[in-house]
């Protein structure tokens, strides 16, 4: 017996000289006829036939005589004599094939065995199981419908570099079940958003990608040219002002599940391209905000992975009990060391900044201060869901100010695992205090911060008509389909991650 379940692993071999053998065995099949067809339908899915008949016996599955087409790339082979075995996967999984010289024809059988592992079949035949009891298609006819050039990793390594994973994401899907696996749940946990989200009264909307004014968040953008209008255009690094507009021409209930853009660095938890979705509630505030939050965490937890207690990383994350809710104030004193009023000490604050190695820049005043320390200090023991409330002004340039605090803001973010997962707050709707905050903004920027907002005058002309009292939220969806199918970096769940060019 011969077998053929492997190729020769590429480290040790010659891929060149592999790819060659490969093209020499296409140029046979052009000369012979056509090379690519494209007339084949498949009927079943691999997954499906294991469902609905993998627990018969042979003695109930094969007076049945169920006939199958089934498509898919040839992942195992097994060449013995008259007859031989197959492996083919398809989008749902895999399912074996029993290929003869007597069922196929020895044309067909002979050209079967020089078929090489990531060629992509397509088979018809009946349903039997083997005497090991796998469920397997007993071929009647068999076709390439696509020559594989380049070889396969090592079947039993598979990918082992990561990078090359991210970079040949088509590679790292065929051979990988668990990156299969983690993109399906993801599709599902978006879907599942997104029913939710119409459910409960939100209109998904589309906004500009291209904006002529970045707004909307504290960030840098990339930089365009628009050659028609002859004017320079960012990427959008927010759909915020958009949305907003949108609440103030009347559609009280809104969201996007799209694309954000940031010119800045690349880690484990950021890629310059992420998709987010924001929603905004006319009548709502940052309470109603986060109780809605939660909600979609735990639909979106027991879409993809089928319940809301989850591990991430090695440790529990419950996502069914009611999130915790922290001041960023209390927050220090809970979690940075901080007795009492030392919390608000602006001179001990900045000491402490100091000793972990933060800047903590001259014209910080106290609230600054504090949100510094608890990024430096707080936000990455944050393990279990949390909301951190209570947000000084001066950072939260966007949101409205407390009635009972003007120097806070109706703001929250929500941490877990020691990131955050989301940002929401009760919107400014007072398009005077709105104007006033951009020229603050304007102020920063013009002082050396890339990342402060433009002055918006058209977003200060919506908010002039009016625009009723409102919540709005954003959620990372990277970050928490992160959590969903415990990842450990933002690669893992983007298809396509930004790379550094190649060579």
């Known amino acids: 017996m011969t077998d053929h379940t492997a190729p020769s692993p590429v480290a040790a071999a010659d891929e060149n000289q592999l790819i060659a053998e490969r093209r ?6 052009r000369k012979a006829g056509v090379a690519f067809p494209n007339d084949f339908k498949p009927t079943h899915h691999a997954a499906d036939l294991q469902r609905q008949y993998g627990a018969l016996a042979n003695e109930e599955l094969e007076p049945q005589n169920v006939q199958v087409a089934i498509g898919g790339r040839l992942m195992l082979k097994r060449i013995m004599g008259k007859a031989s075995f197959g492996t083919v996967q398809d989008a ?19 050209a079967f065995k020089h078929w090489d592992l990531g060629d992509i079949l397509g088979a018809v035949g009946t349903l039997f199981k083997t005497k ?21 990793p090592d079947k039993f390594h598979g990918m082992t570099d990561q990078e090359q994973k991210y970079r040949q994401r088509y590679v790292d899907l065929i051979t990988d079940e668990q990156a299969r696996a983690r993109f399906v749940a993801r599709s599902r ?10 459910e409960h009264g939100f209109l998904e909307v589309e906004t500009p990608m291209l904006h002529p004014i970045p707004g909307g968040a504290n960030a840098k953008p990339f930089v365009t040219h628009h050659n028609a209008l002859d004017q320079e255009m960012f990427l959008r690094i927010a759909p915020e002002l958009y949305l ?45 905000l986060m109780d809605f939050t939660e909600a979609v965490l735990r639909h979106a937890a027991r879409a993809a992975s089928g319940s809301a207690s989850l591990s991430y990383a090695g440790k529990p994350v419950d996502l069914d009990k009611p999130f915790a809710r ?19 000490d602006a001179e001990l604050l900045r000491a402490k900044l100091k000793a972990l190695g933060e800047e903590a820049p001259a014209h910080w005043k106290l609230p600054e201060l504090q ?20 947000y000084p002004v001066e950072v939260s340039p966007l949101a ?31 398009a005077e205090d709105q104007a006033a905050r951009f020229q603050a903004q304007v102020a920063n920027k013009d002082a050396g911060d890339e990342e402060a907002m433009y002055y918006d005058a058209d977003f200060i002309r919506a908010l002039e008509y009016g625009m009723p009292p409102t919540g709005g939220c954003g959620i990372g969806i990277d970050r928490l389909m992160m959590l969903l199918t415990d990842s450990p970096s933002i690669r893992d769940v983007i298809l396509f991650p930004a790379l550094r060019r190649e060579g």
Do not use: C
């Open 244 to 288: 907003k507009r949108l609440v103030v021409g009347g559609f009280d209930r809104v969201f996007e599940i799209n694309r954000n853009f940031r010119n800045e660095g690349i880690s484990v938890r950021h890629n310059p391209e992420f998709t987010m979705m924001e929603f905004y509630a006319a009548y709502w505030n940052h309470h109603d």
């Open 189 to 198: 946990a978006v879907s599942s958003i997104r029913t939710f989200m119409v």
């Open 24 to 29: 020499e065995k296409l140029a046979a099949i």
């Open 132 to 152: 090991t009891g796998e469920l397997s298609v007993r071929v009647h006819t068999v076709r390439l419908l696509t020559k594989s050039l380049r070889p396969l």
């Open 371 to 390: 949100f510094g320390l608890f990024e430096a200090a707080v936000e990455e023991k944050l393990w279990q869901p949390t909301f951190i409330i209570d």
């Open 400 to 430: 409205r100010a407390s009635d009972s605090n003007p120097a806070i803001t109706e703001r929250f973010e929500l941490f877990i695992t020691g990131r955050e997962y989301a940002n929401g707050f009760s919107e400014l709707n007072d």
């Open 326 to 344: 922290l001041s960023v104030r209390d927050s220090l004193i809970v979690h940075a060391g901080l007795v009492g009023e030392e919390a608000d």
């Open 92 to 110: 749902s999984g895999r399912i074996q094939l029993f290929v003869t010289k007597d069922g196929v024809g020895e044309a067909t059988y002979d």
